[in-house]
């Protein structure tokens, strides 16, 4: 061959050489970016399966996010007496009142709506100043006999209610202790008879205002501890930093669940001074709660003080600021503690 051939050849050897190998370069790359895009793709497939859900609904009473709003408010009345104690369900309960009673001891008016107890009580009977808060929410109040007050109530008021001693359906008597501290119930079996009786409708639930958990609130006072002094005894809340929450004492001695054992506890507690007074020889008590008065918000180890204003019966308490604006709630459960007017609040 002659070298002018040589050459030609020599150079489209080269060529090819050169091709194929940016050929295989090229090729490489894309192999490589491939399987980087989808290695990225499966990594933001885990991320956005590791972020909280994005539910449409939040509870008006604790400011939990829901996939479905419940139908309507459960409130149901128990009793507090030392025989009582330790109660059933208070902690699955989404607001609880603590409210005077006849006697110097105190009722505890639990609100369910999302929570769910397996066992609710002991369950006593009605006053009519437990049955308004109910109304307040639109909620089925559940009692078991009643004061005649409180029947007088009953007849002037639409209110629905079970009566445990006329329907006696979806409550038990628990034999480890002894009548009337025994009556019990659950959500499921008031759920059931609510049900049966047609009054499972949906309701509009006002309820509070919920800030984030990491927001801070206005109180500008440091409330890690805060003592209550009802007339049987000192309700005490101890701050715990770890959870946010308001640990409950009666006296020295945690409060605990009697299921489960565990300490009751508040995010929110809300103390509503207002005028209390007797007007029977049973010592029976009128409360009013209607108006305003004094109240304290124990939130986030803070207190800040406010007023509590109802203008009308049937509709909830509003709770604001000294300049008027709504309180702002950690989510959570929240106790109020309604007192009479002068009762030690210390913090």
């Not at 049900?195 to 919920?210: I, M, N, Q, T």
């Not at 009666?250 to 506890?265: A, F, M, N, R």
Request: glycine share 8%.
């Amino acid at each position: 061959m002659k070298p002018r051939g040589r050459y030609k050849l020599m150079m489209i050897l080269l060529t090819v050489l050169f091709l194929g190998i940016c050929t295989f370069i090229y090729l490489t790359w894309a192999e490589i970016n491939s399987v980087s895009q989808v290695v990225k793709d499966d990594n933001s497939t885990e991320e956005t399966g590791d972020q909280d859900p994005i539910y449409a609904y939040v509870c008006p009473f604790d400011g939990t996010p829901l996939e479905k709003m419940p139908a309507r408010p459960v409130a149901v009345t128990i009793d507090n007496l030392f025989a009582a104690r330790p109660q059933s369900g208070l902690t699955k309960a989404d607001l609880v009142y603590e409210i005077p009673a006849e006697g110097g001891v105190t009722r505890f008016l639990a609100i369910y709506f999302h929570g769910q107890a397996e066992k609710i009580g002991p369950v006593r009977s009605a006053r009519p100043y437990l049955a308004s808060l109910a109304q307040d929410w639109d909620a089925v109040f559940i009692h078991a006999g009643e004061s005649p007050q409180a029947q007088i109530y009953f007849k002037n008021e639409d209110l629905d209610h079970i009566n445990e001693m006329f329907h006696p359906a979806g409550f038990w008597r628990d034999k480890s202790r002894k009548a009337p501290h025994n009556l019990y119930t659950s959500s499921e079996n008031l759920g059931r008879e609510i049900a049966l009786k047609g009054w499972d409708e949906k309701v509009e639930v006002p309820g509070f205002s919920f800030r984030a958990r990491e927001e801070a609130g206005a109180g500008n006072h440091e409330a890690l501890q805060a003592t209550i002094h009802y007339a049987y005894g000192d309700v005490i809340y101890k701050y715990d930093q770890a959870s946010g929450l308001y640990r409950r004492y009666l006296g020295d001695k945690p409060h605990q669940d009697k299921e489960t054992e565990e300490q009751l506890s508040a995010a929110n507690i809300l103390v509503q001074e207002t005028k209390i007074r007797a007007f029977d020889e049973e010592g029976r008590l009128e409360i009013d709660l209607q108006g305003e008065g004094k109240v304290w918000l124990f939130s986030g180890g803070q207190v800040e003080e406010g007023r509590w204003i109802k203008d009308a019966e049937h509709q909830p308490t509003r709770f604001v600021d000294v300049y008027g604006n709504e309180f702002r709630f950690l989510p959570g459960q929240t106790w109020i503690e309604i007192i009479p007017q002068n009762t030690r609040v210390e913090y």
